[in-house]
């Protein structure tokens, strides 16, 4: 058994919202939704795909004691859209391997971690 990692090694988190040129128009009115409704830290509209991310996406970033607010609001709120979410805690292939949060359709094994060589 492992032992319990201390939560307090999460920095802030990281919510990828995945689309493609069809859902590209929903992408975009949630993330004027998210921006609406938070103080939070939005990154650029990627219509292509970057880092490890299968997918075209863009990045929210957002502090641990917005979690509770943001996440369940996202839950209820993304449509159709997938989102990636995952800790900082840097250890970004465990971040992104081993602790994200899938929201719809699960890409784990599309996710390109061979960038995170160690």
Known sequence: M???????????????VYFDAESREAAWALRERIEAAFDIQMGRFHEKTVGPHPRWSYQVLFRTDQFTAFVPWLMLN???????????????????RDNPIWMGECLAGELKLEIFDR
């Open 2 to 16: 492992t032992a319990n990692r201390d939560v307090g090694v999460i920095e802030d988190y990281h919510a990828h």
């Open 78 to 96: 993304r449509g159709d859209l997938t989102v990636f979410l995952h800790p900082n805690t840097e250890d970004d292939l465990a971040d992104h």
